[in-house]
């Protein structure tokens, strides 16, 4: 299960054109929009590891603002926070 799951996420990620940042930022921007807090906090980390400024990543949680609102867009400013401050 794990072997195929693996290669479906290998799979989507080469089905189009986005950078490995773009994706990484989207993926981040899924997370957010899902409430799911641990998402948030794996894709912040990762986008750390692959260099994405804590600006950039701040960033997306400010763009939840219109689509999901403020309360949702401070979770997320301050999930991401929880990686990003040492």
Not at 1 to 11: E, H, N, Q, T, V
């Amino acid at each position: 299960m794990w072997d195929a799951y693996s290669a479906l996420g290998s799979a989507t990620a080469e089905a189009g054109n986005l950078t490995e940042r773009e994706r990484r930022l989207v993926k981040l921007a899924l997370a957010i929009g899902a409430a799911s807090e641990g998402a948030v906090h794996s894709h912040a980390r990762r986008g750390l590891a692959e260099g994405i400024p804590v600006e950039d990543l701040q960033q997306v949680a400010l763009l939840a603002i219109g689509p999901h609102g403020f309360p949702r867009a401070v979770a997320a400013g301050t999930w991401i926070s929880d990686v990003t401050e040492t």
